[in-house]
C-alpha cells in the first residue's frame, strides 16, 4: 500500500471545465486513456473516457465558491503484491479493502494495471465524504491501511504481512512518482516539478556570481 499523490482544486472561476485537472488527469492515467475498465464504490464498471468524464463531473463538481484556495479533493494510493500472486484474489482483497474502510462514506474508484510482473491496483478516493467531512490522514495512517490490506489479502487465501519498512531492512525511501513520470520518456504527462526542486533552481539562477562556462 503506497500514496502516490492528491488530486488538487484551486476553484474559483480561473478553473476552467466542469472537471479538478489532477483529479481527471490521474483517472485517464489509470485507465489508460479508457482502455482499461474501473469499478466506482457503487459496483458500476466505467469502460470508456465519456462514462469516466460523465463520473468524474459527478463526483468532483467544482465548486465556484471555493475561491482560490489550494485543497485535497482526492487522495491517490496503488495496491501491489508480488509475481506469482493471483490476480484475481488481489482484485477480490482489494474490493474488499476499500468497501471496509470507505464503503457508504465517501465515493472511491478503483482500476487495475496488472502487468506480467505483477498485479498493481490503483484506487482514488474522494476526500469529502457524503456527509461532508474531510478525510484526515493522520500520523501511522499507513501502516493501518497495509495491515487492513493485508487481512483482505488473508482472507482470500494470498499470505501477507504488514511489517513496517525498517523491520523489512528497508531504509532508503522510494523515488518520487513525478520523477519517474519526468525520466520516463514514454509517460505522455507532464507532471508539475517538485517544489523542492524548484526552488534549488530559482535560488542557483539568482545567484549573480554563479559559474558560466558557456561563456568562459
Do not use: C
Not at 474502510?101 to 465515493?107: A, F, K, S
Not at 469529502?128 to 495491515?147: A, D, S, T, V
Not at 513520470?181 to 517538485?194: E, L, S, Y
Amino acid at each position: 500500500v503506497k500514496i502516490t499523490g492528491w488530486g488538487h482544486s484551486f476553484g474559483g472561476t480561473a478553473a476552467t471545465g466542469a472537471i479538478h485537472r489532477s483529479i481527471s488527469a490521474h483517472a485517464v492515467y489509470i485507465t489508460r486513456k479508457g482502455k482499461l475498465e474501473a469499478e466506482t464504490s457503487e459496483g458500476g464498471i466505467i469502460s470508456s473516457t465519456e462514462a469516466m468524464r460523465e463520473y468524474l463531473a459527478r463526483v468532483y463538481p467544482k465548486d465556484p465558491r471555493a475561491g482560490m484556495t489550494r485543497q485535497r479533493e482526492s487522495m491517490h494510493v496503488v495496491l501491489s503484491m508480488p509475481a506469482g500472486t493471483e490476480p484475481e484474489a488481489v482484485r477480490l482483497a482489494a474490493r474488499d479493502f476499500l468497501k471496509n474502510r470507505y464503503g457508504g462514506e465517501r465515493p472511491y474508484l478503483l482500476g487495475v494495471l496488472t502487468y506480467s510482473y505483477n498485479p498493481l491496483w490503483h484506487f482514488m478516493v474522494r476526500s469529502r465524504g457524503f456527509e461532508n467531512r474531510k478525510l484526515h490522514y493522520e500520523k501511522g495512517e499507513l501502516q493501518i491501511m497495509r495491515e487492513e490490506f493485508a487481512d483482505s489479502l488473508n482472507a482470500q487465501g494470498v499470505f501477507a504481512e504488514a511489517t513496517p519498512r525498517v523491520t523489512r531492512g528497508v531504509v532508503e525511501k522510494a523515488v518520487l512518482q513525478k520523477l519517474l513520470h519526468m525520466i520516463n520518456p514514454k509517460d505522455g504527462r507532464t507532471p508539475r516539478m517538485p517544489r523542492v526542486v524548484m526552488q534549488r533552481m530559482t535560488e542557483a539562477l539568482a545567484i549573480e556570481e554563479r559559474p558560466k562556462p558557456w561563456i568562459e
